[in-house]
């Protein structure tokens, strides 16, 4: 059976530097341009592309084979791609010059690859090397803290339309020669490319990294390199139980940290919204709202409703910004405030707690719910959202590394599951209390007053 009329496999086997292989002769570049050239022919309902892993032809990668026919195109590049589309997959007939049909011999040089590569694991193995894998894991702070710190010296932004290493240390205000191998293994990590002394973005960085771009993201992922200094007292606070001081957290920190929640709010306020339905609210209390992306999607999506963010007293004005430029000033009202004290008034239809459980500890949350139940009136909804841990506490992997983010970075924080906090709203008085999976690593947890 064949549900589509072309099915192209191309080979994205990562493997050791040095080694040869499809993604270094640059099969990433070929997938994406067969990806636009299909779409651009309105080929994709006929055409199914997927990536696969190593034909043990690696030395004439990069590969790609086309089904049902069974077509094998060797040392493909993206300048090939347009007559493959064209003559292969639009008119049926393989483009012959990237033909490979000497089958005796490619299946000769495959099986040669595997018998080699598993003679080389089980001497690494014998010799008791540790496994890429493990290494990754433990060397991928390198490349992560060489874009933060390009981020935080705003390197992108100064690379501009093309510079060499001394300008732009002159307009980063650093040390030429070490801004120069910060460039050169950003040009390794893909981020920049470089001809002769000059460095330029590549699409990527110029669009997520460049000041004045319009998804610029520098200020959000700034917060991420603040919270990398945090990560590096783990060891401390994981003798001590609890986040080690580093220094107070500046205006610069909670806007860049605001920014950080904006940018995943505002992508994540759609989903919760049509999670929740509209039907019957009215009233709504938007706890630590951050930028308030949550509060404003619900505004927006119930004209007639009022919402009150309750934040602290730094964010308020940030989130008074967010909600001005979002034009729902008239709907979404701000309150500076502390909800583990202050009282949180009544009547409302939903109280939200989006990615806000996590910073507390379990007496905080169930005090917040007990208090939040008290405030809700008949029918309304408590609604959290936050990564939610297996029954176990092992995974999903990024819900048990960001219990880790909030031991280093609050005092009582932590991940939990969706059993601690069923039973934590049972325990509050709500009742049908159930999970709503979104897309993505955060999910819904919503329980009722009845
Ligand atoms: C992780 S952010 C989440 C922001 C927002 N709900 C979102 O999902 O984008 C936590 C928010 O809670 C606020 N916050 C922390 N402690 C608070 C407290 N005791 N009272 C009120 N707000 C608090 C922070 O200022 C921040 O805006
Ligand atoms: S890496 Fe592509 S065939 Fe081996």
């Known amino acids: 059976m064949e549900p589509f009329?072309?099915?192209?496999?191309?080979?994205?086997?990562?493997?050791?530097?040095?080694?040869?292989?499809?993604?270094?002769?640059?099969?990433?570049?070929?997938?994406?341009?067969?990806?636009?050239?299909?779409?651009?022919?309105?080929?994709?309902?006929?055409?199914?592309?997927?990536?696969?892993?190593?034909?043990?032809?690696?030395?004439?990668?990069?590969?790609?084979?086309v089904y049902p026919e069974g077509v094998w195109y060797r040392r493909v590049q993206p300048a090939d791609v347009s007559e493959i589309v064209?003559?292969?997959?639009?008119?049926?007939?393989?483009?012959d010059r990237l033909v490979w049909n000497d089958a005796p011999a490619m299946k000769a040089m495959s099986l040669e690859h595997g018998e080699k590569f598993r003679a080389a694991m089980a001497a690494r193995e014998k010799a008791g090397m540790l496994p890429d894998r493990l290494d990754q894991m433990i060397r991928g702070y390198m490349p992560s803290r060489c874009i933060l710190t390009a981020l935080e010296l705003d390197i992108f932004t100064a690379v501009g339309d093309g510079a060499n290493a001394e300008q732009i240390g002159t307009r980063v205000h650093a040390n030429a020669r070490a801004v120069g191998m910060l460039l050169n293994a950003l040009v390794a990590l893909g981020l920049l490319s470089k001809s002769g002394n000059d460095y330029r973005n590549q699409p990527e960085s110029a669009r997520f990294f460049v000041q004045g771009s319009q998804d610029n993201h520098r200020n959000?992922?700034?917060?991420?390199?603040?919270?990398?200094?945090?990560?590096?007292?783990?060891?401390?606070?994981?003798?001590?139980?609890?986040?080690?001081?580093?220094?107070?957290?500046?205006?610069?920190?909670?806007?860049?940290?605001?920014?950080?929640?904006?940018?995943?709010?505002?992508?994540?306020a759609p989903l919760v919204v049509k999670a929740l339905g509209t039907a019957g609210v009215h009233?709504?209390?938007?706890?630590?709202?951050?930028?308030?992306?949550?509060?404003?999607?619900?505004?927006?999506?119930?004209?007639?409703?009022?919402?009150?963010?309750?934040?602290?007293?730094?964010?308020?004005?940030?989130?008074?910004?967010?909600?001005?430029?979002?034009?729902?000033?008239?709907?979404?009202?701000?309150?500076?405030?502390d909800m583990l004290q202050d009282d949180f008034g009544s009547?409302?239809?939903?109280?939200?707690?989006?990615?806000?459980c996590h910073m507390f500890s379990e007496e905080q949350n169930r005090d917040i719910f007990r208090r939040a139940r008290q405030a809700l009136a008949a029918n309304g909804r408590l609604v959290v959202q936050d990564f939610i841990l297996n029954p176990d506490k092992t995974g999903p992997q990024q819900a048990a590394l960001f219990s880790l983010n909030m031991l280093v970075a609050t005092r009582d924080g932590a991940s939990y599951s969706e059993s601690e906090y069923t039973r934590w709203m049972e325990a509050a008085g709500f009742t049908g209390v159930c999970r709503i999976n979104l897309p993505g690593p955060s999910d819904l947890i919503v329980g009722r007053v009845k």
């Not at 080694?19 to 022919?41: I, N």
């Not at 007293?313 to 034009?327: R, T």
Request: proline share 5%; aromatic share 6%; hydrophobic share 40%.
């Open 5 to 65: 009329r072309f099915h192209l496999f191309v080979c994205t086997q990562q493997k050791p530097e040095g080694v040869p292989s499809c993604p270094a002769s640059g099969s990433s570049a070929v997938f994406d341009a067969l990806d636009r050239e299909t779409q651009a022919r309105g080929l994709n309902h006929h055409v199914q592309l997927t990536t696969c892993g190593c034909m043990g032809l690696c030395d004439e990668g990069p590969v790609m084979v």
């Open 86 to 95: 064209g003559t292969h997959l639009h008119d049926g007939k393989p483009v």
């Open 220 to 268: 959000g992922l700034l917060h991420t390199a603040n919270i990398w200094h945090r990560w590096s007292t783990l060891t401390d606070a994981v003798r001590s139980g609890t986040r080690i001081p580093i220094g107070r957290d500046t205006p610069e920190w909670t806007r860049n940290f605001i920014a950080a929640m904006q940018r995943n709010a505002k992508e994540r």
């Open 283 to 337: 009233r709504i209390l938007d706890l630590g709202g951050g930028s308030g992306a949550y509060s404003i999607a619900l505004a927006k999506a119930c004209p007639d409703a009022q919402c009150e963010i309750l934040d602290i007293p730094e964010v308020v004005p940030l989130a008074a910004e967010y909600v001005s430029q979002a034009g729902v000033s008239a709907q979404v009202s701000l309150r500076a405030g």
């Open 347 to 356: 009547g409302y239809d939903i109280i939200m707690l989006n990615a806000i």
